[in-house]
């Protein structure tokens, strides 16, 4: 996988997230995480999700960040000469 689609991929989590009834909006859980929220108003409903998830054509998404969280390689960073 090239490193264009790791950046895009992103897993459909909507099975899994479960929402909490607010004053004028319902709060998004996953993993009892709040990920987010859904605005009730006359012109529709609005969501606002939180940094690594995404609302897309009905569906919840979790943005897969991996290539974020490991270095590039095992020596990545290594200034002390010893690696």
């Not at 989590?13 to 319902?26: F, L, N, P, Q």
């Not at 859904?38 to 609005?46: E, L, M, P, R, Y």
């Not at 998404?61 to 974020?68: E, G, M, P, R, V």
Request: aromatic residues 14%; charged residues 30%.
């Amino acid at each position: 996988m090239n490193d264009s689609n790791q950046k895009d991929a992103k897993s459909d989590i909507t099975a899994k997230v479960y929402g909490k009834m607010d004053a004028g909006y319902m709060s998004l859980f996953h993993d009892n995480q709040k990920i987010g929220r859904v605005v009730f108003s006359n012109q529709g409903n609005q969501y606002e999700m939180a940094e690594g998830f995404e609302f897309d054509a009905d569906k919840i998404y979790k943005k897969n960040n991996s290539a974020q969280k490991y270095p590039k390689s095992y020596v990545q960073g290594c200034d002390e000469g010893w690696c």
